[in-house]
């Protein structure tokens, strides 16, 4: 979609790194809440927000989670207690100190400070979701937050308008053999948890989501010009937009100086 011009600006990828969101977004509660940078598809994905509300946003329509507002790297949903995605590294720390603060202020968790630091292979679900169970852990049992440094390697460029032309071929080869989704498929299939049948099953399933969201996105209206100053002021329509939720400069009064406002 964005090769083919329906995606503005730019888009992240997060081949090679799902492993990290899978291990830890999934033993999170309803009541949990996210921060993150951008690449915030997959994290909003494992939050559970449907993939056609998604890939809306994405495409900048009205039918998506933010209504076309927030575009590839702001994902934003209130329902599924996701915070946001941030374009600029760092920007979500103040955003999740602050949603800690609150669950310390209504007394619904520990201390958010005291931080224990942890290293783990973020090519390994398993190991991920060992350090997130911990992570976690630690935090409902008021012992404090916990950095967690998942080690990953991304197997596209910093996005899709980077041609990702300075890493050499062997160093993507060697970690392409590491790739946390192949490594996760031959684990269930060696301990017997899952058959290759069920495994193309789940397959063709995604991919039937997918197409159908794209679909979805790609049918779906692109939002109203008196969206424009929603979300962005407290009163909008002290900001240019009429009572008819037109803009009041398109009305031919305006320029006379007789308009009502």
Known sequence: ????????????????????????????KQQDSIACTYRDHVQALSEGIPAR????????KATSCCRGQGGSMHIF??????????????????IGTGAAF????????????????????????LK?????????????????????????????????ADPDKLRHPAENAHY????PI???KKYLIDNCLASEADLKAIDKKMDEVVEEAVEFADESPVPSKSQLLKNVFADPKG??????????????KFTEGTAQV
Do not use: W
């Not at 509300?53 to 900048?60: G, H």
């Not at 350090?131 to 996005?159: D, M, Q």
């Open 1 to 28: 979609m964005y090769y083919y011009r329906k995606m503005f600006g730019f888009v992240h990828l997060y081949n090679g790194q799902e492993a990290v969101s899978t291990g830890f977004i999934k033993l999170l």
């Open 53 to 60: 509300a998604i890939l809306s946003e994405l495409l900048d």
């Open 77 to 94: 949903s209130r329902e599924h207690n996701m915070l946001g995605g941030f374009a600029f590294i760092g920007e979500g720390i103040p």
């Open 102 to 125: 609150t669950s310390k202020y209504k007394r619904e968790k520990g201390p958010a400070f005291g931080m224990l630091g942890v290293h783990v292979d973020g090519m390994d679900v």
């Open 128 to 160: 991920v979701r060992e350090v997130a169970k911990e992570a976690i852990g630690r935090a409902r049992r008021g012992e404090g937050p916990t950095l967690v440094e998942c080690e990953t390697y991304r197997f596209r460029g910093h996005s899709l």
């Open 176 to 179: 392409a053999a590491r790739d």
């Open 182 to 184: 192949t490594a996760l």
């Open 239 to 252: 900001f240019g937009i009429g009572p008819d939720v037109r803009y009041r400069c398109e009305d031919p």
